[in-house]
């Protein structure tokens, strides 16, 4: 069946309207995209679900060992960082016999340490109050479980005696009395007399 024919002029105006309407549709297309986006909520991203976020690390626990004159002597557990005070604190104060002063209060703890407060007038009173600690011994020394830097550092103690006192408690076992020193090669009686007062067995 064949279409009748449009006249040339209505023709043109036909496509003039459909190019109208095309061009404000695009207009109101682009518009609304753009009101659209501009309107859209910005999305805030949130963790995935069964991820957790990572944990804050847990402080480091010193172990220490009071001992001496204090009120409570034991095994306390304190934060990295604290100082000798405060491991004499958690043992409930120095007693009235302490000879507080020889202590350093303000050294800094480490793991495994003992600190020792000595007694006034007591054994050891002279030499200090912190034990346990690498460098130089402020305090009596246990020679059962001293190593070989600690035992070095001991007046007249050098590195090869040092060694000694380690072979002879490897052979014999812990040491029960200081005076067992005296059987050790290098330490005589004028020796032993002078580590009397800086050791413990």
Do not use: C, K
Not at 25 to 36: D, E, K, V, Y
Not at 161 to 178: K, N
Request: proline share 8%; no cysteine; aromatic share 2%.
């Amino acid at each position: 069946m064949r279409m009748p024919a449009i006249p040339r002029g209505r023709a043109l105006a036909y496509l003039a309207l459909i190019a109208g309407l095309l061009a404000l549709g695009g207009r109101i297309l682009l518009g609304g995209g753009n009101a659209a986006l501009e309107a859209a909520p910005v999305a805030t991203l949130a963790p995935a679900a069964g991820v957790s976020e990572p944990a804050a690390a847990e402080p480091t626990v010193l172990v220490v060992h009071v001992a001496g004159a204090v009120r409570r002597p034991g095994v306390y557990r304190l934060a990295e960082g604290s100082r000798v005070a405060d491991a004499v604190e958690e043992a409930g104060g120095a007693s009235r016999r302490a000879a507080i002063g020889l202590v350093n209060l303000a050294a800094l703890l480490v793991d495994g340490q003992q600190v020792l407060v000595p007694a006034r007038g007591g054994r050891g009173s002279s030499a200090g109050g912190v034990a346990g600690v690498a460098g130089s011994p402020s305090g009596p020394l246990s020679l059962s479980t001293a190593t070989l830097e600690q035992l070095d550092l001991l007046p007249g103690v050098g590195p090869v005696t040092a060694q000694r006192i380690l072979d002879y408690r490897e052979r014999h076992g812990p040491f029960a009395s200081v005076d067992e020193l005296d059987a050790v090669p290098g330490i005589g009686p004028a020796r032993l007399e002078q580590l009397r007062e800086l050791v413990v067995p």
